[in-house]
């Protein structure tokens, strides 16, 4: 099956161009998080079937919901580039006039929006990715032990880069409900988060 568009691969590669400064930390945070969830079904994959383990439901579920994951994260990665564009295009409106003025600061709030929303989504599912490896840490192929920890360590830096970029836009927003709502959102996700790293 194939894991990756077209879309989804060149927004990777923005990441990496140094001719382009318009995909950054958030685009990023949401490419590790989906490279740790191929990791995580990866090692769910090679556990399978083998002596001692648990038995091949366990790994299938965990593997469907992990590939399942990485293409939400590789799409992230998308989106996040897009919403980040939206609030440069909004920045780019004219101000010459009030009516200009007041269009131009509701698009930047718009694309603000849709800037801390995307990378909260992301680091919710980056969330979900470490909850696959906790339940795949006290049983799985011993071979592929480094895997499952490099996954958990991109996991744990794509929540933390995706956190980032949701503060950091939120600090930006202006209209009063949506800043309520994502930081419940925010908090939420905190406590999960929390609960997780604790069980490891």
């Known amino acids: 099956m194939t894991v990756a568009t077209g879309a989804q ?3 990777f590669l923005k990441v990496l ?3 382009d400064d318009s995909t ?3 685009a990023a945070s949401a490419v590790a998080g989906a ?3 191929g990791l995580a079904g990866m090692v769910a994959r090679v556990s399978k079937g083998k002596p001692d383990m648990e038995a091949d439901a366990f790994y299938e579920e965990i593997d469907e919901r992990a590939q399942h994951l990485t293409r939400e994260l590789l799409t992230g990665a998308v989106d996040d580039s897009m919403a980040f564009e939206a609030v440069m295009e909004g920045f780019r409106m004219p101000k ?3 009516e200009q003025k007041a269009a131009r600061s509701a698009a930047i709030q718009d694309g603000l929006g849709r800037a801390t929303d995307v990378p909260l989504a ?3 599912r980056c969330t979900e990715v470490l909850k696959l490896v906790q339940r795949l840490a006290p049983k799985h192929n011993l071979n592929a ?3 499952l920890d490099v996954g958990r360590r991109l996991a744990l830096a794509a929540l933390e880069g995706c956190v980032d970029n949701v503060e950091i836009n939120l600090g930006s927003l202006k209209r009063e409900a949506a800043c309520e709502a994502f930081t419940r959102r925010l908090a939420a996700l905190r406590v999960t988060a929390s609960a997780v790293m604790e069980g490891e």
């Open 145 to 147: 032990a480094s895997d």
């Open 96 to 98: 010459d006039t009030d």
């Open 24 to 26: 950054g930390g958030g």
């Open 122 to 124: 992301n680091a919710e």
């Open 35 to 37: 490279m740790a969830a």
């Open 9 to 11: 691969i060149v927004a």
């Open 17 to 19: 161009d140094p001719e």
